[in-house]
């Protein structure tokens, strides 16, 4: 790889230095064959928004499940990608019984009071499923992306860092808004080598330092305290983990970003379309396989000219006229963002010609469907990922659990899981 570097070839100017793709004339016929003889990884993408949807017009009519049915109000900028996605009716989390829990039980299905004298238990979301796995071979285990409004809750996400949480039940710190996520993927590091391995290694005495002590702690203490102190010891195995991938990737340059330097203030709708961007440059760039994005709702509606509150929004059903306008124009406008997403995942190729869109596994929806109602959580699944039917209109049977499509996913993506928090196992129906 290093000799292909050194003979690749440049466009040179007096002020720039621009690189050429790898020409088979210049010499690259033999790596392009490698490349191709590589199967393309899969990836696993979960896209949460708050504050629900509109019941009415998003949802395809339950008495035509199957590929032939009309594509609703709400789904229609969709309609050129209709063979590619499926909407699936049904689902939802029966132990999240907040409506202002937004998004925190979304990708784990926990049941919240599981731990006895807790109202908040949580327990590992999908994507953190998946990441266990998928991400053992990438700079990122995952990323973690966060809208940049400045209340996650006025967007309708409820508590948490981002919608990812690891083994314990505990937050994942998410990048909030494009140009820190812009920098975490692809700002080079110009600390000296050995700087850094001296940073690492104190990092890890600290480390043992603290496991020692708490280690000493651990004898003679009372059952909760264990409880907490293995919590704790959780944590340090965390840090652990991150600590040997900073090691493992010490003088491994970050990619050349493939997209510019976002600007500072993007929101709303000039935000998701940005973040999408990113999204899709950190997988072509394989620096993870698998993202969250935490999408923004108050700033988009602001960005589209809309003044009703996200929260008096999704009560557009105890005055209609202007809330249930809103509504809808929202979902108009998160349709479109979408429908532009799966347009560059179709447009952009493997190493091996075919389209990454057969390689991702990507699912669309909320925790909520409107107002407070948490039942039928709105699902749209697409990408070619995961084997799953594409083109229909789903319909679960009552009381299935959310969990069920999140497992499907990840046996799809060959992520080995008996179980999701509260699945009962996988979505048959979903299955191609």
């Not at 010499?27 to 392009?32: I, K, T, V, Y």
């Not at 029966?94 to 202002?100: A, I, L, P």
């Not at 040997?244 to 050349?256: F, L, R």
């Not at 970003?257 to 961007?277: F, H, R, S, T, V």
Request: proline content about 5%.
């Amino acid at each position: 790889m290093q000799n292909q570097i050194a003979r690749r070839q440049f466009l040179r100017s007096s002020t720039a230095l621009i690189a050429l793709p790898f020409l088979e004339s210049l010499g690259f016929r033999r790596f392009a064959s490698a490349a191709s003889a590589v199967a393309p990884p899969k990836r696993l993408i979960f896209l949460g928004f708050g504050w629900g949807i509109t019941t009415e017009t998003w949802f395809p009519d339950i008495k035509h499940p199957g590929a032939d049915y009309t594509l609703p109000e709400g789904l229609q900028p969709l309609a050129r990608h209709k063979a590619d996605f499926s909407i699936v009716q049904g689902l939802w989390n029966k132990y999240s019984d907040q409506g202002h829990a937004g998004s925190t039980y979304w990708l784990t299905g926990a049941n919240r009071f599981a731990e006895p004298g807790q109202n908040s238990h949580n327990s590992i979301s999908a994507d953190q499923v998946a990441a266990a796995q998928l991400g053992m071979n990438t700079r990122f285990a995952s990323i973690q992306l966060n809208g940049g409004e400045p209340n996650a809750e006025s967007s309708g996400h409820g508590p948490g860092l981002s919608m990812a949480w690891n083994i314990s039940g505990k937050p994942v710190a998410g990048e909030n808004g494009p140009v820190a996520a812009y920098h975490r993927l692809f700002s080079k590091d110009t600390t000296p080598i050995e700087q850094q391995k001296a940073m690492l290694a104190q990092k890890r005495s600290v480390l043992d330092t603290v496991l020692e002590n708490a280690r000493d702690l651990q004898r003679g203490i009372g059952r909760e305290d264990a409880a907490k102190l293995e919590e704790y010891f959780q944590g340090i195995r965390d840090i652990e983990t991150r600590l040997s991938k900073d090691e493992k990737w010490i003088g491994v340059q970050q990619p050349n970003a493939p997209i510019p330097e976002p600007q500072q203030g993007l929101a709303g709708k000039e935000e998701i379309k940005i973040m999408y961007d990113i999204l899709l440059a950190a997988i072509q760039t394989d620096s993870t396989r698998v993202l969250t994005y935490r999408q923004p709702v108050s700033t988009l509606l602001t960005s589209i000219g809309i003044k009703v509150a996200p929260h008096d929004m999704s009560h557009y059903h105890s005055t209609l006229g202007e809330k249930l306008d809103a509504s809808k124009q929202r979902d108009l406008v998160q349709s479109e963002l979408l429908a532009g997403l799966i347009d560059k995942l179709k447009a952009a190729k493997e190493s091996d010609g075919s389209r990454l869109f057969d390689h991702v596994a990507l699912a669309y929806g909320s925790n909520l469907r409107t107002e407070h109602n948490l039942d039928n959580c709105p699902t749209l699944l697409t990408g070619g990922g995961a084997g799953i039917k594409l083109g229909h209109n789903i319909v679960a049977a009552k009381d299935t659990p959310l969990s069920n499509a999140w497992l499907t996913l990840l046996h799809g993506i060959g992520v080995k899981a008996e179980r999701h928090g509260d699945s009962t196992g996988v979505l048959k129906e979903l299955i191609a």
